[in-house]
């Protein structure tokens, strides 16, 4: 069977961060490995399966009011395992922003690794 591909909406950022999220009936914890303001793929301890939609907080390394960002709803999108590919589909005005934010300050700190070490 052919698989189909749809090409990501945003630069996905390598980041190592703790996650919760809440199905129905089961709590998941587990770690992203990459982040865009679209998605994001992570390793969890609690299987999920391509369609399940449900709330995530991401524990994010900022300086922002609480300890974890708020996904309103986001959908897995395939799964293999314990590996997962989410798609954010509903977040606050102010989770977004601090989203955003964030990715910023990732790719703006990455540029200046990568100038740093073509200094040397």
Not at 6 to 12: D, K, T
Not at 45 to 66: F, I, K, Q, R
Not at 67 to 82: F, P, T
Not at 92 to 99: D, E, F, H, K, N
Request: with cysteine; charged share 25%.
């Amino acid at each position: 069977m052919a698989r189909t591909y749809v090409v990501r909406a945003g630069q996905r950022i390598s980041i190592h961060c703790p996650f919760l999220y809440h199905g129905e009936n089961f709590h998941g914890k587990g770690h992203l490995w990459d982040l865009s303001a679209s998605g994001w793929r992570a390793t969890g301890d609690h299987p999920v399966t391509p369609g399940m939609s449900m709330p995530v907080y991401l524990e994010l390394a900022d300086d922002g009011e609480s300890k974890y960002l708020l996904i309103d709803s986001a959908i897995v999108r395939w799964s293999n395992g314990r590996d997962a590919g989410w798609e954010v589909r509903k977040i606050g005005a102010t989770s977004r922003a601090r989203l955003i934010r964030f990715l910023d300050q990732m790719r703006y700190e990455l540029s200046c690794e990568l100038v740093g070490e073509g200094s040397r």
